[in-house]
């Protein structure tokens, strides 16, 4: 892939309120593929290089950068203000008999931006394993996945956060009437505070761990009534349940700040 955008920087016919507003440029390199190493194992990965200045009409630079859009003469001219970020992700699937595992990797730098999408996560390391697999002559199917995703790679900013991801989905269909079919996740997020080193800012809070802790759990059984092509008739019925608290950690913290939710449909 080869993407390029910048601004024209005469298209306003009126000075912007926002002094922030400057004519951008952004070149994006990427390459992905995927390679069968074995007879049942498949790897995929994609690497994906910005560059991105935030403002066209500062002065030139010399310094093209580490990656390698900073580097193509023409395409894209490194200023004061260009920046340079890259983005990557990896996946190793493994295909049995009637099960799949896979391993996934994925990492993209704090900061990453471009023009060519309207919003674009960043700082952030995903680790997850998925598998599935399929029992009694495939009327019996079961997916799961758990991993970790974390930000602040460069340790830079002020909080700091870890989620635990875990989820599971069971789908079981005896027959031509009968369907069942259930889900379990459970996604943690926990966030630390570090301390403000600022000489002027007195609280005795210095750092802070929090949790946050959502477990979700639905369920839905549906029967297909006896009939023909011109009147199919069926009954259904769908339920959730779901637990949202918070943990500050403290001992001295008593305050209950958790949520129940439960919800059911009977629909005909």
């Known amino acids: 892939i080869l993407f390029k955008a910048e601004d024209d920087e005469n298209s306003l016919s009126y000075h912007p309120r926002q002094d922030d507003v400057r004519p951008q440029d952004n070149l994006v390199l990427s390459i992905m593929g995927k390679q069968q190493i074995m007879e049942r194992l498949m790897v995929s990965a994609e690497f994906a290089s910005s560059a991105f200045t935030r403002n066209?009409?500062?002065?030139?630079?010399?310094?093209?950068?580490?990656?390698?859009?900073?580097?193509?003469?023409?395409?894209?001219?490194?200023?004061?203000?260009?920046?340079?970020?890259?983005?990557?992700?990896?996946?190793?699937?493994?295909?049995?008999?009637?099960?799949?595992?896979?391993?996934?990797?994925?990492?993209?730098?704090?900061?990453?931006?471009?023009?060519?999408?309207?919003?674009?996560?960043?700082?952030?390391?995903?680790?997850?394993?998925?598998?599935?697999?399929?029992?009694?002559?495939?009327?019996?199917?079961?997916?799961?996945?758990?991993?970790?995703?974390?930000?602040?790679?460069?340790?830079?900013?002020?909080?700091?956060?870890?989620?635990?991801?875990?989820?599971?989905?069971?789908?079981?269909?005896?027959?031509?009437?009968?369907?069942?079919?259930?889900?379990?996740?459970?996604?943690?997020?926990?966030?630390?505070i570090r301390p403000r080193f600022d000489p002027f800012f007195e609280d005795e809070l210095d750092t802070l761990n929090f949790y946050q802790i959502n477990q979700n759990a639905t369920a839905s059984v549906s029967y297909n009534l006896p009939g023909n092509?011109?009147?199919?008739?069926?009954?259904?019925?769908?339920?959730s349940y779901q637990i949202a608290e918070d943990d500050t950690g403290s001992e001295t913290d008593t305050v209950d700040r958790g949520n129940t939710f439960m919800n059911g449909n009977l629909a005909y």
């Open 56 to 192: 066209t009409l500062d002065s030139l630079s010399e310094a093209g950068g580490a990656n390698l859009p900073g580097k193509m003469g023409g395409l894209f001219t490194p200023r004061t203000s260009s920046e340079y970020y890259n983005a990557f992700n990896m996946h190793v699937a493994y295909q049995g008999d009637f099960y799949t595992l896979q391993l996934n990797y994925e990492k993209v730098d704090p900061g990453y931006r471009t023009l060519g999408a309207y919003f674009f996560n960043n700082d952030l390391k995903n680790i997850t394993i998925s598998g599935s697999v399929k029992l009694l002559k495939d009327k019996l199917n079961i997916a799961a996945n758990t991993g970790t995703q974390r930000n602040n790679l460069d340790e830079t900013e002020v909080s700091a956060t870890r989620r635990w991801i875990n989820a599971v989905n069971l789908s079981y269909a005896p027959d031509q009437q009968w369907n069942f079919s259930g889900s379990y996740s459970n996604f943690t997020n926990f966030t630390n």
């Open 229 to 239: 092509k011109n009147n199919r008739q069926s009954i259904f019925f769908t339920g």
